[in-house]
């Protein structure tokens, strides 16, 4: 077996939170390798300046899902028992490669839902021990935005200034004045002017097919190149298949494939980045004599508590053309006004708001064809062109995020039938979206259909009211009680002193948010307690 | 040469034959009627050009092309039948034949979609403010913080 030389800190995965911390650490002179299992995806591949760019991102090669892309770098889920598919991208920048850019705090009581809402745990944790590290995290991402927020506690203004809301954030935010709901002006990973490695946004309005200029916050542009930089060493095409122990209960590196061949990468510190579902299939595929349940598993949580974070949304038609394929894609508004418990709702905890930008045409085609109340119109022959035509740039797109609190049952497990390029096992998914998330979901999408009609829309329907979104959270749960959580609030696991989790898995609760700020700032945070702590630490020396 | 007369070639897949063409002039037609100032299905070309540009990129909807190309009978009838019997294989040829309808740039044009391809449209220097400028936001900001603080430990 190939054995490389002994890195102070191994990192598996190059997504957010694996990019963060190589970034950081080898900035503070750690050397620092990472293994992930896809490679560097090219701007120029991606499908946002072609033609056929709706038609590409649901082929199989840009299918969010990866059974559909089913690469060799993929790994294969078994969704019989989900209710839900699971997204991601692997590859190096991870899931950021795809993702639309929101960059979405959460409110300071997402960290205290049992004291404030009896529900679910506590963090930890509080949103100002985080507030340091998303305010530097913001920096690294290129993130625009605007400052004075009513939805939360004083802090650093956004890095760079906002984006124009444009003429879709326009009418949605005149609708909400009527109303007297909050909304304030998006944020977003993408910059407004030139920012380090990021090109100004050009506002294709492709960001979720991966932008093809370069200015999106994909950790691939933006924190990849500032980590080899300061020498880390990136390996692609290196699938982990398990973390080692030395004979002290230490891990001390990985066992990988890469090009067919098993190698092996000894660490002093290893880190996990591999997100709610690589991360428990990683740590259970590790499972070993110590630990029989799977690697840091005594407290059998590991894959347990998953939340898939589904959306709604609800789109709207109106009689101005509001060029609703203008980007940035991710966000020109966003409402905060339904986020907080109010018991009078029949649930607990809340949702997140943004106007989103709706596409291109071939996605308002699917749009008219999947919406309740509406797919049941006739759509094709005479009417097609007609429905386009009042359609196309006239639309705001909802979409509506509810906190998915976690569920023991819902969870990740092996599957030793399913495997993947190099013989492991996939992942099984079991998940069923709770009655509390349901009841979100419904009140947030009946009061999105008011933001509309108080906006001036002409018609409006839900076109999806429980769908995955890619958010795959809380299998490696964050708390301070060994016997209750898997990690504790560094990221550090309970049962093996020199392994940490620095992914979306950690989430004690979802939030109703975008997770990629978060997980960005969790990482750096570790990443900041390992530089503090280097001489502290515990490492294996075998 | 303008981009709505280049002649595109297909990059995978054998191309239709002059009779599953035609064919799918029929069947194509029987959902994109025309209309609103639009032309239907073949009067955009998706039988002749379009269509081979879709399923370049979409080898998965070859195979269900090609099997609604094969069954006989009446275009309606057999677009009705389709929809109301087989709703999966009628929703991926239904998938490439709008998908080769809205890649034609003169079809995006009438529906007011700008250029062939996504456009760059770099933000003006005052474009953020101005949107904001009437005071629009100040509402928000009076009613004052909505955030639940954290609670003393």
């Keep these: 077996m190939t054995v490389s030389p002994t890195a102070d800190v191994l990192i598996v995965g190059a997504g957010a939170s694996g990019a963060t911390a190589a970034k950081h650490l080898a900035a503070a002179g750690f050397s620092v390798v990472v293994l992930d299992q896809g490679g560097w995806t090219s701007q120029s591949d991606l499908p946002g300046d072609k033609p056929e760019f709706e038609l590409l991102w649901g082929n199989h090669q840009w299918h969010p899902d990866p059974n559909m892309r089913s690469r060799a770098e993929d790994y294969p889920t078994n969704l019989d028992d989900s209710e839900q598919p699971v997204y991601m991208y692997n590859g190096m920048g991870g899931s950021t490669v795809f993702f639309a850019g929101v960059w979405s705090r959460p409110m300071p009581s997402d960290f205290r839902v049992r004291t404030l809402d009896g529900v679910a745990d506590d963090w930890p944790i509080s949103y100002e021990d985080l507030l340091p590290h998303y305010e530097a995290t913001d920096y690294d991402m290129g993130v625009s935005g605007l400052a004075g927020n009513p939805a939360y506690p004083p802090g650093g203004a956004p890095p760079l200034p906002a984006h124009p809301i444009h003429l879709t954030g326009r009418k949605m935010a005149e609708g909400l004045n009527r109303l007297g709901w909050h909304w304030w002006p998006g944020y977003s990973a993408i910059p407004s002017r030139a920012h380090g490695r990021q090109a100004q946004c050009e506002r294709l309005g492709v960001c979720r097919t991966g932008c093809v200029i370069g200015a999106k916050g994909s950790a691939d542009v933006t924190l990849l190149p500032e980590a080899l930089r300061h020498g880390a060493r990136l390996e692609t095409g290196a699938r982990v298949a398990r973390i080692t122990l030395d004979e002290n209960g230490l891990a001390n590196g990985a066992v990988y494939f890469q090009d067919g061949q098993e190698k092996f990468q000894p660490a002093k510190v290893v880190l996990i980045g591999a997100n709610g579902i690589g991360t428990p299939r990683l740590l259970l595929m590790s499972e070993s004599a110590r630990f029989p349940n799977g690697l840091a598993n005594s407290s059998d949580l590991v894959g347990r508590r998953l939340m898939l974070h589904p959306f709604g949304s609800v789109v709207g038609l109106y009689e101005d053309d509001l060029e609703d394929w203008m980007g940035p894609a991710g966000t020109q508004i966003e409402c905060m006004e339904f986020y907080e418990t109010d018991a009078s709702r029949g649930f607990v905890r809340g949702s997140k708001w943004h106007v989103m930008g709706t596409g291109g045409p071939l996605e308002m085609a699917t749009r008219w064809q999947i919406g309740e109340g509406v797919s049941e119109e006739p759509f094709w022959g005479e009417q097609f062109t007609a429905k386009m035509k009042q359609a196309v740039g006239h639309s705001i797109d909802w979409i509506v995020h509810a906190e998915d609190l976690p569920e023991e049952h819902n969870r990740v497990t092996l599957d030793h039938d399913l495997r993947d390029a190099d013989g492991l096992p996939g992942a099984k998914i079991s998940y069923t979206t709770s009655e509390n998330t349901h009841r979100i979901l419904d009140f947030g999408l009946n009061r999105a259909l008011e933001a509309h009609e108080a906006a001036g829309a002409t018609k409006a329907w839900i076109t999806f009211r429980n769908f995955s979104s890619g958010h795959n959270l809380g299998t490696a749960k964050m708390g301070d009680d060994p016997e209750t959580s898997v990690v504790n609030r560094w990221g550090r696991t309970h049962d093996v002193p020199n392994l940490y989790v620095i992914d979306g898995s950690v989430f004690t609760t979802s939030t109703a948010t975008n997770p990629t700020s978060t997980i960005c700032a969790l990482a750096r945070r570790t990443a900041e307690y390992l530089v503090e702590n280097r001489r502290e630490q515990e490492v294996s020396t075998a | ?153």
């Design chain 2, 1 to 153: 040469m303008s981009i709505t007369n280049v002649t595109i070639q297909p990059a995978a897949a054998p191309a239709l034959t002059p009779r599953e063409r035609e064919r799918l002039a029929l069947l194509a037609d029987r959902l994109i009627a025309g209309g609103a100032g639009l032309p239907s299905a073949s009067g955009a070309e998706v039988h002749t050009q379009w269509i081979d540009r879709a399923m370049a990129v979409r080898a998965d909807l070859d195979g269900a092309v090609r099997a609604v190309l094969a069954l006989e009978g009446d275009p309606a009838e057999v677009v009705e039948r389709l929809q109301a019997e087989d709703p999966a294989l009628f929703g991926s040829f239904a998938m490439a034949v709008a998908g080769a309808y809205l890649i034609n740039p003169r079809i995006r044009r009438e529906l007011g979609y700008p250029g062939p391809a996504p456009m760059k449209n770099a933000a003006l220097p005052d474009e953020a403010e101005s949107y904001l400028e009437d005071g629009i936001l100040d509402v928000v900001v009076a009613r004052g913080p909505i955030y639940r603080p954290t609670p003393a430990s």
